[in-house]
């Protein structure tokens, strides 16, 4: 499952939406039933852990839209403003 | 596989890459052909000479040795890594020294991805401490980073370091010791237990400890299809370069944000030192000076350190110092002015010498026990005799054998009753230790020892032994060495 890639700019847009409307357990279920996350390492990297990376990740990719979104957001503010002015 | 292990081999037999053994009674490490390509990539993309430069990672030199004639991994190369002078273990490190530890792996960790490659484990045990730092030993321990692939290892990280920093931190210094019975570092769900509800408020433990915890709680109850399955590469991007970068970054800044400060304990230096009269105190430095100065030792122990005052006459001296402390306080202090001084020749670490680590891990010789570390040239047991006769109850003979073993020679400081801290030791309980007495103590220990030289103590009753072994040298103490172990030679 892609969250973030670099061919689509409005996945995370769909992605942020989509983690808020699943909720706790139904995030978790969606993630490892879609996810086709499968690593070979000597050791075990624990399953958890490995979905977990991916929700920070995701999480990050989310923060970052959402830093941008208001940078944007007050940028037309202040364009629409000085239109007027 | 080879039957040998101990504290220089250590885990490698489980590392499909390579092995640590002995040849000719010095470590080296054979790298495995199914592990030459990362091994080419590790010294091709100038990752290995980056961390060596840096004094991340033990230099090592590449040697040539015939292969072993035993069914054991075809070998691509053999390596002999610079010696460690004394394998220490987690358990056995204060909390600054952890740290240290994790700062240094996630350190190596970024550098490893800035040139295409990436830790594959993260166990505490691939630290040692050399000349006063942190040091990353496994030098098999680095793979091809594949981009987009989530880090294989953060399992490992939090659990080996970033839990016991957090419980050490946040509920008790004491429970590093989990360390001992867990081989893979505090389990998740254990440390989510034990903190305090508070670290629950704190963004970095939520996430890579409490809802780390939950994760993999939920996953291991889901069968799912992430148990390995032949290809290695992740959905496709899952995690970016980026992100991993960032993670990496996250978890430095939640283990330099976990915090101990040692109060002043009851055996602190503070009150230690001020149990002697200032002229006491310099006359015992001048005779434990003049006593190595005969003794000549180039490793030293020295069991009961404190805050190391004692083990500095030595490193003054030019031996490689051990000093053993119960105390995490004291060890922590130690260890904190030593990197101040930037003191290259002591290693403090915690010891109980009543329960000191004993051998575990797989067939109990995987982590080495303490007694199994040793001789030493010369141990020190100052102003602790009577800690380990009175308090603990044990014979002074027996003491006497365990100082046997464990070093060559002793330079020892017997407490009588009349002094102050025996007379606080018996304040509470009966007097049932009719041999304690300088005679009782000569004369048991000079069934191991040679007594050479004593002194008596200004303004005090203490005195002051230089003893050497009897019997020549002691039988070596390390099981691996005995004859069912195989290294190159036999």
């Known amino acids: 499952m892609c969250l973030y890639s670099k061919a689509s700019p409005s996945l995370p847009r769909k992605s942020v939406l989509l983690l808020l409307s699943l909720g706790w357990k139904g995030l978790v279920h969606f993630m490892i039933s879609v996810n086709g996350l499968s690593v070979l390492a000597y050791i075990d990297p624990g399953s958890g852990s490995l979905l977990l990376q991916v929700l920070i990740a995701g999480l990050l990719s989310g923060l970052f839209y959402l830093k941008s979104s208001c940078t944007q957001l007050r940028e037309s503010f202040t364009r629409v403003f000085k239109r007027h002015a | ?490």
């Not at chain 2, 260890?335 to 680590?357: A, F, G, M, W």
């Open chain 2, 1 to 490: 596989m080879p039957e040998f292990v101990g504290a220089e081999g250590g885990t490698s037999f489980r590392d499909p890459s390579g092995f640590v053994f002995l040849h000719q009674g010095v470590v080296h490490r054979q790298v495995n052909s199914s592990y030459q390509r990362d091994y080419e990539l590790l010294v091709g993309s100038g990752l290995y000479q980056r961390l060596v430069d840096r004094g991340l990672l033990i230099a090592h030199e590449e040697v040539e040795l015939a292969e072993f004639d035993r069914p054991l991994p075809s070998a691509y190369k053999f390596l002999r890594p610079e010696p460690i002078s004394f394998i220490s273990y987690p358990y056995e490190w204060c909390f600054s020294q952890l740290r240290d530890a994790a700062i240094l792996t996630l350190a190596i960790q970024r550098e490893a991805i800035a040139l295409g490659m990436t830790l594959k484990d993260c166990t505490a045990y691939n630290v040692q401490f050399e000349r006063g730092k942190a040091i990353f030993i496994d030098t098999l321990s680095f793979e091809e980073y594949q981009e987009g692939e989530p880090w294989v290892a953060y399992r490992q990280f939090c659990q080996h370091f970033l839990a016991p920093l957090a419980l050490m931190s946040q509920t008790d210094i004491r429970l590093n010791q989990l360390s001992r019975t867990n081989l893979d570092g505090v389990p998740l769900d254990l440390a989510a237990r034990l903190l305090p509800f508070r670290s629950r408020f704190s963004f970095s433990l939520a996430i890579h400890i409490h809802l780390h915890a939950r994760l993999q709680a939920t996953s291991a109850n889901r069968p799912s299809r992430m148990a390995g399955q032949g290809k290695s590469r992740a959905g496709e991007g899952a995690v970016s370069r980026r992100a991993l970068l960032w993670l990496v970054d996250h978890l430095e800044t939640a283990v330099k944000r976990l915090r101990w400060n040692p109060g002043r304990s009851a055996w602190s230096a503070y009150d230690q030192e001020h149990l002697y009269a200032p002229e006491t105190l310099k006359k015992k430095e001048e005779v434990v000076g003049a006593y190595l100065d005969q003794l000549c030792p180039s490793s030293v122990w020295d069991l009961g350190a404190n805050t190391g005052r004692f083990s500095r006459v030595a490193a003054d001296r030019g031996a490689r110092v051990v000093a053993f402390d119960l105390d995490p306080c004291c060890v922590e202090l130690n260890y904190r002015r030593l990197v101040e001084e930037q003191q290259t020749r002591i290693l403090p670490l915690l010891l109980d010498v009543t329960n000191p680590s004993p051998g575990s891990g797989w067939l109990n010789r995987e982590r080495a026990s303490f007694l199994s570390r040793g001789p030493v040239d010369t141990v020190l047991a100052l102003a602790l005799v009577h800690h380990l006769a009175i308090a603990n109850n044990l014979p002074l003979i027996r003491i006497a054998e365990f100082l046997r073993e464990v070093g060559h020679s002793l330079v020892i400081e017997f407490v009588p009753k009349d002094d102050p801290q025996v007379a606080r030791l018996l304040a509470s309980r009966e007097d049932v230790f009719p041999d304690y007495h300088v005679q009782g103590f000569e004369r048991d220990f000079q069934e191991y020892f040679e007594l050479e030289a004593a002194e008596t103590l200004p303004n005090s009753s203490r005195v002051l032994y230089r003893m050497r072994a009897r019997g020549g040298s002691y039988p070596d103490n390390r099981p691996w060495i005995k004859s069912n172990i195989r290294t190159k030679d036999s």
